[in-house]
């Protein structure tokens, strides 16, 4: 399976790390060593002094599928959760000064902590409308609702998909909305989906 993770996809965001808006997404991928499941801890890497969090809309596809239409695209996942793109900002600036691939900021391995999988019929949601949030030592750091990306779910999945076959199990995680930051060890991260916790992840 494959990680494709979405940059750029939230104004506040692009504004707050002064980056220009895409004309088209823009992706990158973290590897399957990168995942970090059942809330696990995160242990801090010693190869940064500047990781932060990116709490990011995680969609599961389902089957199969190359140059999806849009409108198809909802035929192809079926479950969500929520993520944490994990990013070594201090080596990202590096990479992006010196035009460099993210790879080493991005995919490290435990980069993409992430929940347990809702069902999107049983939340009762349209994925164009979900609220999440994201607590950082209780207090909320991060909160928005799908509506605001620049590019949606199923844009996204057409979008990738013309470039890119997708396959059973491949993640997207569809980009961050503002209020990214820094973590230390002692921070505790809390994800909800709608007013539902799913996501805990203590930083070691
Ligand atoms: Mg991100």
Not at 67 to 82: F, G, M
Request: with cysteine.
């Amino acid at each position: 399976m494959k990680i494709i993770c979405i940059g750029r996809n939230y104004l506040q965001h692009i504004k707050e790390l002064n980056h220009t808006i895409p004309k088209e997404p823009v992706f990158f991928f973290k590897c399957d060593t990168a995942l970090l499941e059942n809330n696990n801890p995160f242990y801090y890497p010693d190869y940064s002094n500047d990781v932060q969090y990116e709490c990011e809309l995680v969609v599961k596809i389902d089957k199969v599928g190359k140059t999806i239409p849009q409108r198809l695209a909802k035929n192809y996942y079926s479950s969500i959760a929520l993520g944490l793109d994990m990013t070594l900002r201090d080596i990202q600036e590096k990479e992006i000064k010196e035009s460099l691939p993210w790879s080493l900021s991005k995919a490290f391995d435990y980069s993409a902590p992430i929940s347990e999988f809702i069902n999107i019929k049983e939340l009762g949601k349209d994925i164009d409308n979900i609220n999440f949030h994201l607590l950082k030592n209780n207090t909320i750091v991060q909160k928005t609702n799908t509506s605001d990306m620049i590019f949606s779910v199923d844009y996204l999945i057409s979008y990738i998909s013309k470039y890119i076959t997708l396959k059973t199990g491949d993640l997207i995680f569809t980009g961050t909305p503002s209020g990214v930051g820094k973590i230390k060890e002692g921070d505790l991260l809390e994800g909800f989906l709608e007013e539902k916790k799913i996501l805990h992840c203590q930083i070691k």
